[in-house]
C-alpha cells in the first residue's frame, strides 16, 4: 500500500508542476468565464481522466516491453529536459494561446474535446507515460489525474489572484527547478539500479 502511496504522490507532483504556466490553465480560466462552473470541473475531471489513462496505459503497456530501468532513466533524461525547457526565456508567449474558443450547444462537450486535444502530445502526457512505465498504473492515473485537475482548478478558482501577484518569470522557475530536481534523483535511481 506504501508503494501505491509514493507512487500517486510522486505522479501528483510531477504532473501539478508540468501543468504550472500551461496552457491548459489558461484555457481552464477561460472556461470558467464563459460556462458554469460544474460544466467546467466536470469537463475538465473526464478530459483529463482520459488522458493521463490513455498515457498510463502506454507508458505501462511500454514497461512491459521494455526493462524498467532503462526507461526510468529516459524518463529521468525527459524530466530534466522539461526542467531545462522551462528555463529557456520565453519569447513569443503569444504562441501558445490557442484563440477564442467557438461557443457550441453543449459547453461540456467544448471543454472535454479542447482540453483533451490541446494536451495531447504535451508534456503531460509524456511525463504520464514515463511513470506509467516506472509504477502502478492505476496508482500514476490517480495522482496524475489529481495533479492536473488541482493544476488545473488553481487557475479557474484563483488565475487572476497569481497574474496579478507573481510574475510567471517566478511560477516558470520554481517549476522548472523542482523538475530538475527529480530528473536527476531519478536518473541516480536508474543508474544505481544499472550499477548493480
Known amino acids: 500500500m506504501d508503494t501505491l502511496l509514493i507512487a500517486a504522490g510522486i ?16 484555457m481552464a480560466l477561460s472556461f470558467a468565464t464563459k460556462y458554469r462552473m460544474r460544466t467546467v470541473i466536470l469537463g475538465l475531471v473526464i478530459a483529463i481522466g482520459a ?3 490513455l498515457s498510463v496505459g502506454l507508458g505501462a503497456a511500454a514497461g512491459n516491453l521494455l526493462p524498467t530501468d532503462w526507461i526510468r532513466l529516459a524518463a529521468a533524461v525527459m524530466f530534466i ?11 513569443g508567449e503569444d504562441d501558445e494561446s490557442e ?20 494536451e495531447l502530445g504535451d508534456k503531460t502526457m509524456i511525463v504520464a507515460m514515463g511513470l506509467g512505465s516506472s509504477y502502478n498504473p492505476w496508482a500514476v492515473w490517480l495522482g496524475g489525474t489529481a495533479g492536473m485537475l ?13 497574474a496579478k501577484r507573481i510574475p510567471e518569470k517566478v511560477i516558470r522557475y520554481v517549476s522548472s527547478g523542482l523538475f530538475l530536481v527529480i530528473g536527476v534523483l531519478l536518473g541516480i ?8
Open 11 to 26: 505522479s501528483f507532483g510531477a504532473v501539478f508542476l508540468g501543468e504550472m504556466g500551461d496552457k491548459s490553465q489558461l
Open 51 to 53: 488522458l493521463i489513462g
Open 81 to 91: 529536459g522539461f526542467g531545462l525547457w522551462g528555463l529557456k526565456p520565453a519569447n
Open 99 to 118: 484563440g477564442p474558443i467557438k461557443e457550441r450547444r453543449s459547453g461540456l462537450l467544448t471543454v472535454i474535446a479542447a482540453m483533451f486535444l490541446a
Open 150 to 162: 488541482a493544476a488545473d482548478l488553481l487557475a479557474v478558482f484563483a488565475g487572476a489572484w497569481v
Open 189 to 196: 535511481e536508474a543508474v544505481t539500479a544499472l550499477a548493480d
